[in-house]
């Protein structure tokens, strides 16, 4: 459950980047224009994204927040793993008899 909970908090530490990333791509792929200074139509078979896009390009400011926890969150992850692993490694050392 704890290994569970330090993945979730770190996937949503990470989301801005993953919303920046999208927004940067979609807004690429269809020729529209995005920035973080005002929203700018993008007009995608009839329907305007560029509210959606500017909003998921401007939560990347978010990331001076998230990031930082994301990455505390992301070590204390691999050293819960690495210890999990070193305790697997010496009890089996210990239940196995030597040849």
């Known amino acids: 459950m704890l290994y569970a909970a330090l993945v979730l ?13 999208w927004s940067s ?4 792929r269809h020729g529209c224009t995005l920035h973080e200074g005002y929203v ?7 329907t305007d ?7 998921a390009f ?4 978010f990331m001076l927040l998230t990031l930082p926890v994301g990455l ?3 070590g204390v992850l ?3 793993a690495l210890l ?8 089996h050392r210990t239940t196995t008899p030597p040849s």
């Open 58 to 61: 401007v939560s990347g400011w």
């Open 9 to 21: 908090g770190t996937l949503i530490c990470f989301a801005p980047v993953g919303a920046v990333i």
């Open 84 to 91: 999990d692993w070193l305790n697997r490694r010496k009890r």
């Open 40 to 46: 700018n139509p993008c007009v995608v078979n009839g």
């Open 72 to 74: 505390i969150l992301l």
């Open 25 to 28: 791509w979609f807004a690429n």
């Open 49 to 55: 994204y560029g509210e959606t896009l500017y909003s």
């Open 78 to 80: 691999i050293a819960l």
